[in-house]
């Protein structure tokens, strides 16, 4: 299942039933789950552990040094889940430092030249459309939607079940639920229809659009305020209004609106 132009470190691990095409780079550290597919040209390098049944198209760049300036040299580390699929020419970076590894969930795609910065915490089942790009210490939570062109900000957090629309530039939280669009962007409603793909409950798609029109129709309104009402509001009592209620209190870059 190892192609003779692949080279692979004596120092790396690799799992059962792994393929690894033409012209793969394999460096130290580096650990490869069972059944993994890398197509060909593919290079994975540092500190980087990788679960089972991802697959990796040509040209993906995995676990290259941070871009960071303030690194110091040393190891620093990337996790990846299972059965993610990274396409042609995406790139992830390791952390900056060891304590806070750049972490990947599962079931997640990287879609053309999308790129993870250092530091950044994605969950599980996203999507990165071409030219998607995380900058450093970015977090972002499950079943988000990044689309093409689009940029984040570094230290933004993107919640649950939002959607980015291309060519978006995010310099604050975009809170979960939510579709954000514009450049920079702003909340431009409930992401209803992939809350209905997702199997939400048409109860639970209401109490997030009463909670939507309270925080993001008056925008003029003071925010602290604005949460306060929100909290008192009968929708409160639903448990993802209650996320959306805890996003909004835990941000520190502030919120887009």
């Known amino acids: 299942m190892i192609h003779p132009t692949a080279i692979i470190s004596d120092s790396a691990t690799i799992g059962k039933n792994v393929s690894i095409g033409p012209y793969c780079v394999i460096n130290d550290n580096v650990t490869i789950g069972d059944d993994c597919e890398l197509k060909s040209h593919v290079v994975i390098d540092g500190h980087t552990t990788i679960g089972k049944e991802n697959k990796f198209y040509p040209f993906a760049s995995i676990g290259q040094d941070t871009q960071d300036l303030k690194y110091a040299g040393g190891p620093t580390y990337l996790l990846i889940g299972d059965r993610n699929t990274f396409r042609e020419s995406c790139t992830i970076h390791r952390s900056t430092v060891p304590e806070a590894p750049t972490t990947i969930g599962d079931d997640n795609l990287f879609l053309c030249y ?124 639903n448990e993802h209004v209650q996320h959306l209620i805890n996003f909004l209190e835990t941000s520190e870059r502030g919120v887009t609106r």
């Open 114 to 237: 999308s790129h993870v910065a250092h530091d950044c915490v994605i969950g599980s089942h996203c999507i990165f459309s071409n030219n998607g790009s995380l900058a450093g210490h970015v977090h972002v939570e499950d079943h988000v939607i990044v689309s093409g062109l689009s940029g984040v900000h570094q230290f933004c957090r993107i919640g649950a079940h939002a959607i980015v629309g291309g060519f978006t530039k995010v310099v604050q939280d975009v809170p979960p639920f939510t579709i954000a669009d514009g450049n920079p962007a702003v909340i431009r409603g409930i992401n209803q229809i992939g809350l209905q793909r997702r199997g939400f409950s048409k109860e639970d798609v209401a109490f997030l659009r009463r909670a939507y029109k309270r925080v993001f129709l008056h925008k003029e309104r003071n925010f602290s305020e604005t949460l306060a009402e929100l909290k008192e509001a009968d929708c409160a009592s």
